[in-house]
């Protein structure tokens, strides 16, 4: 019976211990994140890269370009200013969030995420995530209205990309919600694994509205449908083309309490001429 004891005693110390020899921390996954990224644009210098959205937000193709620069001894791939209206951000540029990273994050274990493992980071703080990655003035000021609270972070236990985010949100101290991000369609770019695919779920936004403004916005709605059917020639056509689709996807979010945009990557092409 003594040998029994034994035996099982020292099964369950050798599973402690080998279970602690290879936990993996939060801060180990971001150091192989941030090493993969280096590694995969040690021979890029530039990137150009065309995206649209479509969903709630819809937009015509727009084209960003990135230079490679290092900053504090990391090489990052930041975003030039083309006269683009669409907010551009530094391409995968963590380790300027790392120490706020490291500092908030705790390391969850694995899941899967669209066929793919993916190590799980539940950041207690996300905007340790994206607040010194937005380079665009227009983007920074609603950041400072919007204030993720906490969330998680995914990345696949091979390549160390972002394959997901999701975090609960506050808007301006009215709207709460959360809001979720898939990444798919991942693609081996001259080096670089990018999702060609970006889908973004916000849930929880007629939730947060009251009686009185879902009125008012379904009563906006009446007034500009009443519009559209009293207009007539180009009017009428301008209206009906860039208005109703736009009436659509408002209705079908008050509706669901819940909008979804998709940013498609169309073309990324890498050591391109910047345009002055």
Known sequence: MKTIKFQFILAIFLLVCSSSLFAQSAQ???????????NSIEDIETMMMVTRMEGFLETEPDTTYYRKVETDGFPTLEAVDSGSNTPASNYYNFHESY??????????????????????LFIEDVRALY??????????????????????????????????MNFDISYDGEYTGSADMLMSDIRNIDGMLIPFMMEMKIEGISGSMSAEDMAEAQQSMKDLEEQMENASGLQKRILERAVKPQMERLQKMLEEGAMTMRTIIEDVQTNVTIPE
């Open 131 to 164: 607040d010194d990655m937005v380079t665009n003035p227009q983007a920074q000021q609603q950041q400072e209205q919007a204030e993720p609270q906490s969330g998680r972070m995914y990345i696949d236990t091979e390549d160390y990309i972002p394959v997901r």
């Open 28 to 38: 180990d996954i971001l150091d192989d994140m941030i090493e993969q990224y280096t």
């Open 99 to 120: 120490d706020a990273l490291v500092e908030n994050a705790t390391y969850e274990g694995t899941e899967t995420v669209n066929g793919r493992e993916a190590h799980v």
